[in-house]
């Protein structure tokens, strides 16, 4: 019980950190804080195998590549604000909106309550046994038995990824000039690498 | 382990709720495109979390091979999203989402 | 067989696409050939079994299934196919003889593409099937009015958006239809679902009406046509006047009549009622139009709305007048061929002559008797002269309206074939006669091939009004089933 | 050998429409062989047709219980012997009237295919058949009142008969519609056998129905505009159509149907009338006329309107009679006055012509027994006929009736007389200059053009010696299967007899001719009449040179509006009011698409706000509505 209030204390903490935090470095760091904390959580959940998952593949490999990403990009100067705000002022409406649906989900949910209905079988084995409800033998067993279709479905999906992305990393030509940035609204500034076009000899400015 | 009996229901899915509507309210303020995945990366986490506790309701496991899926394809949506942020940054040396409007119709 | 006459036309108009550049003539010839090819296997397949595949099992169950015998497909695909061949002889649009434009092998292409999937619409025997060819059957008329230059291509669009949304609805009707009943695969299998009634039904003889009454076209739904009959290239806008407007009312007829007789029966009042508008309306359109083939656009909205009545004539038992329903038949099959013939013609001189407008016409037919004869016959023919086809349409739907009860309807329909003499004989002697024009090209009569396109549709004119047993027979041996409506081919297992 | 004579024509017909360019000048000949044979054929056929069910060949028969075929019985082998033989002999004559016209052979095309469609109307044995024949006639008589259609008057012209006569057709049209649904047939045999079965009403409209077909085709009073109009065409063309047998098709199908009228008073009532009125009317408008050709044609309507008038009252014997004696001197008439206009250039204005029985007077005797003939004067075939019309009034009970007949009995004879005193005597005032049917260089001897005139003459005198004897005459016999007896209702006995009705009819032409003597043909109105003429020709009234207006009338009344309304809806309702819709349709679908434009503003996070609305609404949905079990 109250290990479930503190690691939700610590979950809204370190989302809302992570979603206000002025340079993403620090919303990575918050993230992954966020994203230990929910392992532990999926472990008070009897999902061990995937608390294991949240922690390697989540916040260790795909953050990693977030920070990757960071120094790369971080090279130049300030790529992530160069234009004006054009939804300027959407943090009120927007945090507005999200609380009128949070409202709308607890009054939903305490409106109508949730029915469960446990498994009909109890589990073959006690809980914390090899072979208890979401231990990693049962879940492993899940997964390559009943649920064999979705999981080649994964690889298939991850292999797609990697073929998608490595067709991105190779469009290696940086072409600036095809660029269309946005086509109306005012344009206030040029983009960065575009060079002013020379002023034509004896034009009026 | 021993399942955390006490805890209602009730309260993961509206903690789970908490998450996915900071990680939208992320999305829609924040211009930088990372923090913006980063936000995404939040719901999808958010979902999972609901998943998992109805997984544990209903004792069914379903739940936790779908959650295991969720997480493959945030995998793979972040590598392809980075992707692209860095095409994009190649491209026009800024990855401001508010400049870069292209889907314009 | 039957699927043949839907796939070779299809498959060839293709192959005329991948001709050669010089074997502009060839690829006339091998158009020609394919639509004879294509008449005479219809008329041989009289007697015919249908032919089906599976296609789908859910959410309904639908079927490749086509079948031509004994019904009023059979007397359509026959006059769609003898009015292909006839344009397809006739010659090349005017802009392939301009030299400017696409080629005539394009031009021949389409017309295949156009005779392949209206068989398609004619002896489709699935609901789904029937919705697939209705929309298929308007690309390669588009094209053909993109393909020319000027004014077509807005009436291209125009037309296509128009018929697209009929053909939209159509589909959702089609859909529904599925749904409710649990197949498509019900055209001409009797009046399976006749008792079947209800709200559903009548949403979805609404849908199928809609596309209908936009493809017959009927006031006030009819636009399109006149535009699109005057850009179109002559031998298109044959085939379209002739056989494409027909879809329509065949559709009324199979799937109004055939599935929903209750429903047409709701409807008939509305229907008569626009039947009768477009009648009067379209001949007072007719009467002063300037430009010779939008006269014969209204006409054809005039003889259509006539047409429409006679689908929507119930006797007071409540089902629908057989001789009336005959007559539609005739007529159908008539309007066909005359107006085949009259926009063949007009093309020809519009070609020869350079322009479309009265005013700018006259005196022809000291030059061109042929070509005066030609336009004499099927002018005549659609003022309903006695002896000839559209003679025999009206009769037999006037009497069988009379019969049916509504005498004052009959003598009011009556009315419009009076200013259909007029605006006919305005037409004819607005171009053919009169004293000689010194300001129009001088271009040679009709040559033999030329007249060799007409000669068909001309005898098949006279032939049908002598007798039109033949076509209202085999529809009434149909016509006449326990239910007193099944009516296209009979599903008798052989 | 009914095939044969219905045939033969149709033959000769399509022969000459597709070898006319080879046959030209050979193509006369041919047509004329055509009809003529068409012509004995019928006399062979003579005494089977007068027994009492005719000759009857079946044809065949279409859905719905439409049965066709062909039958003579004598009413209509009296038509069929004009039509073949008065219609051979304006074939014979026109071979010298058409001589070195372009198109000769598509003449005689034109006058084969009328014979034929005339022999359709009168030999079939059903209401389907002779709507067919009478649709062809107007056809036939369209192209050959248009047959010089370079001419725009002659195109007008055909037009107009053609558009009127479809309006006879629609009405006839409509009588088959009800009596082929209230009867079950078409076949006349059938329809008479039930006519007692019918309603009053019923029996009325049909009977109404009919007579619009009638009135139309027989340029009754108010649809006889065309008739005038219709002289564009040639003479024998005149001769033929307009005077001797497609006008009087209306006769026919009165006759033909007499079962009807006689089970319908008011019916009998109306026809009787109208014919009056026409008679009356046509013969007033006959008057005015300074065409040669009009003031025939005014006197054809005036003659039609007797026939109708007596077969109206029950007269068929009489009626039919007076068909048959004007066939003969009507053609008569037309084609002596043809031969002066041939002589003369095509000049057809009596003011120019003056003197012309001294300068051709083979034609002039042609016109005068004719003149004689059509007045009524006692031994010639016009009496007979026209007298016992007149007196058929009289013993029907329609003593007004009577008094039209005979007063336009006395017009006749003064128009007539007017025009013979103006055209044929008092001095030659042609000119050299003309107008009007184009001339032809001829080279076919006169003979042939005199020839059927002669011939004609011989019926034009002698025709009416049939009816001599009342009703033993050789007339009545062969009538009898058809009427079986004048079906006169002879309320009461008349007041005067057959001989003192002759003598008044008798003094009213003798009035008319002196009256018109004393005006045109005494000595000394023949020497200052070219002054006189003209200053005739301008005091003329309006009402009599226009027709009484009906032409206007008809304009303003009918094609006008319809004009008007075909403008209104094709130049405004269809492109401004129901396409404006259409297009409004668009422009509001353009409209939202605007809007919906802008919301795609490629701004990431402005889509992002839209898809959270959307999440916001099915939120929304499922709180409010609960999800369901």
Redesign the interface.
């Known amino acids: 019980m109250t290990l479930f209030w503190l690691l939700a204390v610590g979950l809204v903490i370190t989302s809302l950190l992570t979603v206000t935090a002025r340079r993403p470095v620090y919303s990575v760091v918050y993230l992954i804080a966020n994203f230990v904390l929910l392992a532990i959580t999926y472990v008070t959940l009897s999902a061990e195998f995937l608390g294991v998952i949240q922690v390697i593949v989540y916040a260790s490999a795909i953050l990693m590549l977030f920070l990757f990403v960071m120094a790369l990009l971080s090279t130049s100067t300030a790529p992530f604000s160069v234009g004006p705000d054009r939804l300027p002022g959407i943090v009120g409406p927007a945090v507005a909106l999200v609380a009128v649906i949070f409202g709308l989900l607890v009054y939903g949910v305490t409106r109508t309550p949730l029915l469960i209905v446990p498994r009909a079988q109890p589990v073959s084995a006690a809980p914390g046994t090899a072979n208890a409800f979401g231990s990693t033998s049962d879940f492993g067993a899940a997964l390559m038995t009943t649920h064999l279709l979705p999981f080649e479905v994964t690889a298939f999906v991850l292999m797609v990824a990697v073929i998608g992305v490595v067709m991105l990393a190779s469009d290696a030509a940086p072409q600036a000039t095809r660029h269309h940035a946005r086509r109306r609204g005012p344009r206030t500034r040029e983009p960065i690498t575009r060079e002013r076009p020379a002023l034509e000899k004896g034009s009026v400015r | 382990m021993t399942p955390v009996a006490s805890v209602a229901l009730v309260n993961y899915i509206g903690l789970s709720a908490l998450i996915f509507l900071i990680g939208v309210a992320g999305v829609l303020t924040r211009r930088n495109p990372l923090i913006m995945l980063m936000a995404i990366e939040l719901m999808w986490n958010a979902a999972n979390l609901a998943m998992l506790a109805f997984a544990r309701a209903w004792l069914n496991n379903a739940g936790q091979v779908f959650a295991f899926l969720v997480i493959t394809v945030a995998a793979a949506e972040a590598a392809i999203a980075l992707a692209i942020v860095l095409i994009t940054f190649r491209r026009t040396k800024n990855v401001d989402v508010d400049e870069i409007a292209s889907l314009s119709g | 067989m039957i699927a043949a006459l839907v796939i070779v036309p299809i498959l060839a108009g293709f192959a005329v696409l991948l001709l050669p550049r010089r074997a502009e003539q060839t690829a006339r010839w091998i158009g020609v050939a394919v639509a004879v090819l294509a008449f005479v296997a219809a008329a041989a397949s009289y007697n015919a079994a249908d032919e089906s595949a599976r296609w789908l099992s859910r959410p309904f169950s639908a079927a490749f299934h086509v079948g031509l015998g004994h019904g009023v497909s059979y007397w359509i695909v026959l006059l769609l196919t003898l009015v292909t061949a006839c344009a397809l002889l006739a010659g090349s649009p005017p802009w392939a003889a301009r030299g400017g434009g696409p080629a005539e092998r394009t031009f021949v292409a389409h017309m295949l593409l156009l005779l392949g999937s209206m068989v398609g619409v004619f002896v489709a025997r699935d609901l789904l099937l029937f919705a697939l060819f209705w929309d298929l059957m308007l690309i390669p008329v588009f094209l053909a009015m993109v393909a020319s230059r000027g004014r077509a291509a807005v009436t291209a669009w125009r037309y296509l958006?128009y018929n697209v949304a009929g053909g939209l609805v159509l589909l959702l009707a089609t859909a529904a239809f599925g749904i409710v009943t649990g197949s498509t695969d019900v055209v001409g299998a009797g009046s399976a679902h006749a008792a079947v009634g209800g709200v559903a039904f009548a949403w979805i003889f609404g849908g199928f009406a809609f596309a209908f009454l936009i493809k017959t076209p009927v006031w006030?739904l009819?636009?399109w046509m006149?535009d699109t009959y005057a850009d179109l290239p002559s031998p298109f806008a044959a085939v379209v006047s002739a056989v494409q407007s027909k879809a329509g009312l065949y559709g009324f007829i199979v799937i109004g009549l055939g599935l929903m007789p209750a429903q047409m029966r709701a409807a008939a009042s509305l229907m008569i009622a626009l039947g009768v508008i477009s009648l009067f309306?379209g001949a007072?359109?007719?009467?002063?139009?300037a430009d010779m083939k939008r006269v014969v656009a209204?006409s054809s909205l005039s003889h259509l709305g006539l047409i429409l009545v006679a689908l929507f004539v119930f006797a007071p038992t409540g089902t629908p007048d057989?001789?009336a329903l005959?007559g539609a038949v005739v007529y159908i099959v008539a309007h066909g061929l005359f107006s085949a013939a009259l926009f063949l013609v007009l093309g020809q001189i519009e070609q020869r002559e350079e322009t479309r407008l009265l005013a700018r016409l006259g005196?022809l037919?000291?030059r061109n008797p042929k070509l005066a004869g030609g336009l004499t016959i099927a002018a005549?023919a659609t003022?309903g002269?006695?002896?000839l086809a559209g003679?025999?349409g009206e009769?037999?739907i006037?009497?069988?309206i009379?019969?049916a009860g509504a005498?004052w309807l009959?003598?009011v329909i009556?009315?419009p074939?009076?200013?259909a003499?007029?605006y006919m004989?305005?037409l004819l002697?607005d171009v053919?006669?009169?004293?000689?024009r010194d300001d129009l090209p001088q271009r040679p009569d009709l040559s033999f091939v030329e007249g060799l396109a007409l000669a068909p549709l001309v005898i098949a004119l006279v032939v049908l009004g002598v007798?039109?047993?033949p076509v209202?027979?085999a529809s009434?041996a149909a016509l006449q089933s326990p239910s007193g409506v099944a009516l296209s081919g009979e599903h008798v297992p052989r | 050998m009914l095939y044969t004579i219905w045939l033969l024509p149709l033959l000769g017909a399509v022969v000459l429409w597709v070898l006319g360019p080879q046959l030209r000048e050979r193509g006369g000949i041919l047509g004329s062989a055509a009809v003529g044979l068409s012509f004995f054929a019928t006399l062979t056929l003579y005494r089977a047709a007068g027994t009492t069910p005719g000759v009857h060949v079946p044809l065949g028969s279409w859905i719905g219980g439409f049965t066709f075929g062909l039958m003579m019985d004598p009413l209509s082998l009296i038509w069929v012997l004009v039509i073949t033989g008065v219609g051979g002999l304006i074939h014979v004559y026109s071979i010298g009237y058409m001589a070195g016209d372009r198109a000769v052979a598509r003449f005689f095309a034109y006058m084969n295919f009328f014979v034929f469609a005339m022999l359709t109307l009168v030999l079939s044995d059903n209401f389907v058949g002779l709507l067919v024949g009478w649709g062809l006639v107007g056809l036939a008589s369209y192209f050959l009142i248009g047959f010089w259609f370079e001419r725009p008057s002659a195109v007008a012209a055909a037009r107009k008969a053609f558009v009127i006569n479809v309006v006879g057709d629609v009405g006839l049209m409509f009588a088959v519609f009800v009596l082929f649904s209230h009867t079950g047939s078409i076949a006349y045999t059938d329809v008479f056998a039930r006519v007692r079965d019918l309603a009053p009403p019923v029996l009325l409209t049909a009977c109404i129905a009919i007579f619009i077909g009638c009135a139309a085709k027989s340029a009754q009073v108010p649809l006889h505009t065309w008739l005038p109009d219709a002289l564009e065409g040639p003479t024998p063309v005149s001769a033929l159509i307009h005077a001797a047998t497609m006008v009087t098709a209306g006769v026919y199908l009165v006759a033909r149907c007499a079962p009807l009228w006689d089970s319908s008073s008011a019916a009998r009532e109306l026809v009787g009338t109208i014919g009056a009125v026409t008679a009356l009317a046509g013969a007033i408008l006959g008057i005015a006329q300074w065409d040669i050709k009009r003031v025939l044609a005014y006197s054809t309507m005036s003659q039609i309107g007797y026939m109708i008038m007596g077969v109206g009252v029950g007269a068929y014997e009489a009626g039919v009679l007076h068909f048959f004696t004007h066939a003969f001197f009507k053609a008569q008439l037309f084609l002596a006055a043809g031969l002066a206009i041939h002589a003369l250039a095509g000049e057809q204005d009596i003011r120019n012509m003056g003197g012309l029985a001294r300068r051709m007077p083979f034609a002039f005797w042609g016109m005068l027994i004719g003149t004689l003939s059509i007045c009524g004067v006692p031994f010639f075939a016009g009496f007979y006929s026209k007298d016992a019309v007149i007196y058929g009034e009289l013993l029907d009970g329609h003593p007004w009736l009577y008094v039209l007949g005979v007063a336009t009995a006395g017009i006749t004879a003064y128009y007539m007389f007017r025009m013979l005193f103006i055209a044929f005597f008092g001095r030659d005032r042609t000119q050299t200059e003309h107008h009007g049917e184009p001339a032809h260089a001829s080279n076919v001897p006169d003979w042939v053009m005199q020839v059927p005139v002669a011939i004609l003459m011989v019926g034009t005198i002698a025709a009416g010696y049939l009816d001599i004897g009342g009703d033993n005459s050789i007339w009545s016999r062969f009538l009898a299967p058809d009427f079986a007896g004048e079906n006169l209702l002879r309320t009461g006995a008349p007041q005067i007899s057959d001989m003192v009705s002759s003598a008044v009819v008798l003094v009213a032409v003798v009035l008319g001719f002196g009256l018109a003597y004393l005006r045109y043909g005494a000595p000394a109105a023949l020497t200052n009449a070219p002054e006189r003429l003209d200053r005739e020709a301008r005091t003329m009234p309006p009402v009599l040179t226009h027709g009484y207006f009906v032409d206007d009338l008809i304009w303003a009344l009918f094609v006008r509006p319809a004009q008007a309304l075909g403008m209104a809806f094709g130049r405004f309702l269809d492109p401004v009011l129901i396409d404006g819709a259409v297009r409004d349709t668009s422009f509001l679908a353009g409209v939202l698409g605007w809007i919906t434009r802008r919301l795609e503003n490629g701004l990431v996070r402005a889509y992002a706000v839209t898809i959270v609305l959307g999440v916001a609404c099915f939120v929304a949905y499922y709180a409010f509505a609960g999800i369901p079990r």
């Not at chain 3, 053919?432 to 000689?436: C, E, K, S």
């Open positions: 958006i006030p009819h636009t006149p309306y007072l359109v007719a009467l002063t139009e209204y057989i001789v005959q005196g037919g000291v005549l003022l002269l006695p002896g003679f025999a009769l037999l006037i009497t069988g009379y019969r005498s009959a003598a009556l009315v074939i009076i200013i003499a007029a004989l305005r002697q053919m006669n009169g004293p000689q007798d039109p047993g209202a027979n009434a």
